[in-house]
């Protein structure tokens, strides 16, 4: 089959891979109907997650159709339409069942039960080979796949989504308590920031401000979704400004950026001490707008030990700290359900359809922030 690969520090490349096949008595296989790139995919992308095999498949947020089931699986048949969520879980063990799909005790041989796994994130997140490609293997059928009622009418790209970024975007928001009245900044414009604005909204916060350093990504939340928007780059003291203005600091703040690639990267090359203290640009913005007995939301991935990271000034300020990997798994009913009833209506992030053969390119302009992408569809 074709897939996209790794190859290397930004380098992709769509090519034939073996046919992935069933491996165990639950698994189940998936022809892949439509796919996308996340933000996620960048930090492999970039060269920030170790342990990639070669030739790795990427791809965490596909959808597609059934096209074969091992003889233990129940929940979905062949030809059944399926969601995929990006967490690998069992749905047995403790962490399954309580909501923490992200956290399955048995998904991650090679973290030792220190995280779940993730489709298409290295052996660091169980091995699993991705969904940026024609067929996919599934494990834990019984659990994993989401089934699309076959009532349901609408198309792939209005569902897509539901495999991460609108769990995670409205995990986001509930995990950090936001609740009516309050006022919520959100940094990264991004498909996952602004997911996570519209559902900041629906939450019944009283302002939305946005930041980032892209225009036309600005552009597009103030235009779609109705926040207030500031550049970093461009504003003079916007720390200090929006401090003031909001009386001391938002009551939460949600990181949906993450480590700074760009900056990561060229540190590597510099000394291992200056890579702990850079690449936190965003969580320390996130420090200074917070409130007093504030929350920040980190959703963004961070992914070694910073020393840059400020704890004593958090601390002094009472501030609470939630983060991870979004268990996405047990959302998707639910949030299904809002898409289906017209309240939450995810596609107008979308900027460009390819297929899957223009996959390296579709990297390029994403990583790059080009061309006014924001979130691209793949057909493979
Ligand atoms: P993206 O790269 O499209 O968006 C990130 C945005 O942040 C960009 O528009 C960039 O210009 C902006 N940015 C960079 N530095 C900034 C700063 N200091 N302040 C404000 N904005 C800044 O990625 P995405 O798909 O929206 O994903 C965002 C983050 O969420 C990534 O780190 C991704 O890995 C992570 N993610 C986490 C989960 C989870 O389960 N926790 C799930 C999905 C994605
Ligand atoms: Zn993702
Ligand atoms: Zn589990």
Redesign the pocket.
């Known amino acids: 089959m074709k897939a996209l690969t790794y190859q290397g520090m930004k380098q992709v490349k769509v090519k034939e891979v073996e046919d992935p096949t069933l491996q165990k008595a639950d698994d189940v296989l998936v022809r892949i109907t439509t796919t996308t790139i ?3 995919d ?2 492999i992308y970039n060269g920030e997650i170790p342990n990639m095999p070669d030739d790795f498949v990427i791809g965490h947020e596909p959808m597609g159709i059934v096209e074969a089931v091992g003889p233990d699986v129940t929940r979905v048949k062949k030809g059944d339409r399926v969601i995929i969520p990006f967490n690998v879980a069992c749905g047995t063990c403790w962490f399954c069942q309580h909501q923490l799909e ?1 956290q399955c005790d048995n998904s991650n041989e090679f973290l030792h039960g220190q995280s779940g796994g993730f489709f298409g994130y290295s052996e660091t997140y169980g091995g699993y080979p991705g969904g940026q490609a024609e067929y996919m293997r599934v494990p834990y059928g019984n659990f994993v796949p989401f089934k699309v009622p076959e009532d349901a009418e609408m198309e792939d790209e209005k569902l897509l989504f539901l495999s ?2 609108v769990p ?1 975007a409205y995990w986001s928001v509930e995990s950090a308590g936001v609740k009516p009245g309050d006022t919520v900044i959100i ?7 602004l997911l996570a604005q519209k559902f900041a909204w629906l939450k019944g916060a009283k302002r939305v401000i946005a ?4 225009d036309y ?1 600005l552009e597009h939340a103030r235009r779609t979704n109705r926040v207030e928007t500031y550049n ?1 780059k461009t504003e003079d003291d916007l720390l200090g400004h929006l401090q003031e203005e909001t009386g001391g600091g938002a009551d939460v703040v949600i990181d ?3 480590l ?1 690639a760009e900056k990561t990267v060229l540190e590597k090359v510099e000394t291992l001490l200056k890579l702990q203290g850079g690449g936190l ?2 969580f320390r ?1 996130a420090a200074k707008l917070v409130r007093k007995a504030g929350t920040i939301q980190v ?3 961070y992914g070694t030990n910073y020393n840059a990271f400020p704890f004593g000034d958090l601390f002094s300020r009472n501030i609470t700290l939630r983060m ?3 268990p996405v798994i047990h959302y998707m009913p639910e949030l299904y359900g809002m898409i289906k009833d017209g309240k939450f209506d995810p596609t107008d992030i979308i900027t460009h359809r390819m297929p899957l053969d223009d996959a390296a390119h579709a990297y390029r302009i ?1 990583n790059n ?1 080009v061309d006014n992408a924001i979130k691209i569809v793949l057909k493979p």
């Open positions: 996340c933000g996620s960048l930090h992200s991460d970024i995670t940094l990264g414009c991004g498909p996952v920031g930041i980032d350093h892209v990504r970093f949906a950026v993450g700074d640009g965003a913005m959703t963004g991935v991870g990997q979004a994403f922030k």
